[in-house]
T-cell receptor, first 116, second 113 residues
Framework: DTGVSQDPRHKITKRGQNVTFRCDPI?????LYWYRQTLGQGPEFLTY????????KSRLLSDRFSAERPKGSFSTLEIQRTEQGDSAMYLC??????????????FGSGTQLSVL | QKEVEQDPGPLSVPEGAIVSLNCTYS??????FMWYRQYSRKGPELLMY????GNKEDGRFTAQVDKSSKYISLFIRDSQPSDSATYLC?????????????FGPGTRLSVLP
């Protein structure tokens, strides 16, 4: 169990460019979440997957954002036509969820995006 | 009113002090309550996880939940400089609750040697 892994750790891009982030969850976990965090704020929900199915997306999520989890393992988050307001820490988290009580969320170290 | 409120601090205490961190919430559907610790430029790390009302202790950390008041607390005893971090409370209504986890904005804590 190596924990949740995110790549890259830092990304600097110019406004209008596309960026893609990768997340590798804890191997036996079936749920994978993407969050965004800005300075002084808690993580803000973007979307989550159960296995390969994307079950929910935030109503705040722009159409420029898309996420995939093609084989129910790793996930990618793509932002098209980046804007300066997209600058934030993008956090991935995973959990083992089922009909038992509770669900514990484990986070990766995040990808810090800076849009110039 | 935000769904989860938390005093953002910053909070500065001397080494060895008892620290009290608090969150209030508005959604009575929340049943699971968590505290995360986040160091600068790192992801949040799960510290405490509790279900429903009551207390839970783990070493120097104690989590309290009062569902009737919609109020949760984290106490840190004998605080250390290594406890300096941002502490996030988080809540969930359960495995089939939409958008599962809701986070507070975090409280920045500095423990001074």
């Amino acid at each position: 169990d190596t924990g949740v892994s995110q790549d890259p750790r830092h990304k600097i891009t110019k406004r209008g460019q596309n960026v893609t982030f990768r997340c590798d969850p804890i191997s036996e976990h079936n749920r994978l979440y993407w969050y965004r965090q800005t300075l002084g704020q808690g993580p803000e929900f973007l979307t989550y997957f159960q296995n390969e199915a994307q079950l929910e997306k935030s109503r705040l999520l722009s159409d420029r954002f898309s996420a995939e989890r093609p084989k129910g393992s790793f996930s990618t988050l793509e932002i098209q036509r980046t804007e300066q307001g997209d600058s934030a820490m993008y956090l991935c988290a995973s959990s083992l969820a089922g009909r038992q009580r509770g669900e514990k969320l484990f986070f990766g170290s995040g990808t810090q995006l800076s849009v110039l | 009113q935000k769904e989860v409120e938390q005093d953002p601090g910053p909070l500065s205490v001397p080494e060895g002090a008892i620290v009290s961190l608090n969150c209030t919430y508005s959604n009575s559907a929340f049943q699971y309550f968590m505290w995360y610790r986040q160091y600068s430029r790192k992801g949040p790390e799960l510290l405490m996880y509790t279900y429903s009302s009551g207390n839970k202790e783990d070493g120097r950390f104690t989590a309290q939940v009062d569902k009737s008041s919609k109020y949760i607390s984290l106490f840190i005893r004998d605080s250390q400089p290594s406890d300096s971090a941002t502490y996030l409370c988080a809540m969930s209504g359960g495995w089939n609750y939409g958008q599962n986890f809701v986070f507070g904005p975090g409280t920045r804590l500095s423990v001074l040697p």
